[in-house]
């Protein structure tokens, strides 16, 4: 039973899934479609014209690439991997976009908690999740990680100083292409929240006393 349904609520997602791609490459094209009719009748303005085609391509093209993250038969290796150096290693890879940012990360990661992972995939989700606290944070500001566990859990906070999330968008922000970013795809939540599945993990998101969002990440603890 409880199987049936969760594989109607993955057709249902897949679905969706679907209508919302064919949406967001129908856009860009409709709109290169314009732009090269426009070329043709000779109107002028061609370097305006280029600029906006090459922006409708480049999206089209991280749409797509990130979709084929999704679609990809996902290889699902399981092993028992630190989270102390999952985590190091995707801070390593995001600290330059923060520093350019002026914003500083500080980590509480106690060494020894393991989980049992595919660890590109849950490295992936700590990419998505950080990724969104930097771009969230546009004034700079501190950045903290803090990792802690209980008997068979553990948690990873992600705590900006971003402009937080309103009520209304805490619903929403996870459905596929919702974006509030200019060059955003939208996907980086729904990813998340799969893998996270997979792993029989979750996340909440907490609005800060004074200012941001906290994203707890849970999964089972070894
Ligand atoms: P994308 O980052 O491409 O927009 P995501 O699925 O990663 O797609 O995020 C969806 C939306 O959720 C973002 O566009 C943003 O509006 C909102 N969001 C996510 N994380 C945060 C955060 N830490 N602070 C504020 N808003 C956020
Ligand atoms: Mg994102």
New binding site residues.
């Given amino acids: 039973m409880e199987e049936q349904m969760m594989q109607s609520e993955k057709m249902t997602v897949a679905g969706q899934l679907a209508a919302s791609v064919a949406h967001e490459i129908r856009n860009p094209l409709t709109s290169l479609k314009g732009f090269l009719q426009l070329l043709q009748a000779g109107i002028q303005k061609e370097e305006e014209y280029y600029k906006i085609m090459l922006e409708e391509i480049e999206k089209m093209e991280s749409v797509t690439s990130e979709l084929l993250f999704v679609s990809k038969p996902m290889t699902d290796e399981r092993t028992s991997e630190s989270l102390k150096e999952m985590l190091e290693d995707v801070i390593t890879l995001m600290n330059t976009q923060a520093k350019m940012q002026s914003i500083t990360i500080r980590t509480e990661i106690p060494t020894g908690i393991f989980i049992f992972c595919d660890r590109s995939q849950i490295k992936q989700v700590f990419i998505?999740i950080i990724k969104?606290?930097i771009?969230?944070m546009q004034e700079g500001g501190l950045l903290e990680i803090k990792v802690s566990r209980t008997e068979n859990r553990a948690y990873i906070d992600i705590i900006?100083e971003?402009?937080?999330?309103s009520d209304d968008?805490v619903k929403k922000?996870?459905e596929p292409f919702?974006?509030?970013?200019k060059n955003?795809?939208?996907?980086?939540?729904?990813i998340s929240n799969q893998i996270l599945d997979k792993h029989n993990g979750y996340m909440e998101i907490h609005p800060n006393a004074e200012i941001g969002?906290t994203?707890r990440l849970v999964l089972p603890a070894e």
């Fill in positions: 998505n969104n606290a771009e969230a900006d971003g402009p937080g999330i968008l922000i996870a919702f974006t509030t970013k955003g795809t939208g996907l980086g939540l729904m969002t994203f």
